[in-house]
């Protein structure tokens, strides 16, 4: 099995947690999370029988994506040691695959779905259906928001491969690590607030994790105070993760360019790829302030 097919199975495991979280609405019920933390284990474990330990990795869409995001960091594991190293240096040196794309793509259109459903717009198109009666509705939407996604990054990596000396895949592939930041900077601002809200519950939920009314630990009855969580916060928090994950990708992206060509045909080279991520904070940005 290769790198690249274990990476699809990851990305096709990152949309399946996307449509759970945000489209099946008895998706945080504890008895379905436990089925899907069940299934998941079962095709890591029998995978790893069948093609080895590096399936448990490569397959894994937790794993792959948060090894993706922590090459975002100026630091790095040694032995033992942490290490200093240039910003973003890890992200930019990172080799992508198709499946690697694919998972950065689905996971950028899922947060960019989540971003859509808190609009007056989608709230409009869910007013008299709710349910599983939307489940048709929302399942279609967030795969546009995939599509749509994907086409546009397509169509600007593949406009900046004659400018390169690339084909259209390699040039996709290589303008990929620009992306992570960007997904990135979209999860943090979805999902900031909700960490620490839905996350509080984990110290009741520890007693009681399959909601049949235990108390195993005592905790069952614990609030964890978010008071802190001001509408401030959360805004610069959203703010903050939107522009700051576009800057990291156009600083990612010129990285890249730079291995190819000069200095003087680097800014007509991104072009294209500056005009595609101009698109996603436009959008980013008018869904949050939607929200």
Request: hydrophobic share 55%; with cysteine; charged share 10%.
């Amino acid at each position: 099995m290769s790198q690249n097919t274990a990476n699809v199975v990851a990305a096709f495991g990152i949309g399946a947690y996307l449509w759970l979280e945000l489209v099946d609405p008895t998706g945080s019920a504890p008895r379905i999370v436990a089925f899907f933390v069940t299934i998941h284990a079962l095709i890591l474990i029998g995978g790893a029988f069948i093609f080895g330990a590096s399936w448990t990795t490569e397959a894994d869409p937790f794993a792959r994506w948060f090894h993706l995001a922590g090459t975002c960091a100026p630091w790095r594991l040694d032995g033992s040691q942490v290490q200093r190293v240039p910003w973003l240096s890890r992200l930019a040196a990172t080799t992508f695959n198709l499946g690697l794309l694919t998972l950065v793509l689905i996971h950028l259109g899922g947060t960019t779905f989540d971003g859509l459903t808190r609009s007056g717009w989608w709230r409009d198109q869910a007013y008299t259906v709710y349910g599983w009666d939307l489940v048709p509705k929302a399942t279609l939407t967030m795969f546009a928001c995939v599509c749509v996604v994907s086409v546009v990054y397509l169509a600007a990596s593949g406009a900046s491969a004659t400018r390169a000396g690339l084909t259209r895949m390699d040039a996709a592939l290589r303008w990929a690590n620009s992306l992570v930041p960007i997904a990135l900077g979209y999860a943090i601002a979805h999902y900031f607030a909700y960490f620490f809200i839905a996350g509080s519950g984990v110290v009741s939920q520890i007693s009681d994790p399959l909601g049949f009314g235990w108390n195993l630990f005592g905790t069952a009855d614990w609030v964890v105070g978010t008071s802190w969580l001001t509408p401030g916060v959360v805004a610069w928090s959203q703010l903050i993760g939107i522009v700051g994950g576009h800057v990291g990708g156009v600083i990612v992206a010129h990285d890249r360019a730079l291995e190819l060509v000069d200095d003087d045909s680097v800014v007509r080279q991104q072009l294209p790829l500056l005009i595609a991520m101009m698109i996603f904070t436009v959008t980013g940005l008018v869904l949050l302030l939607q929200g």
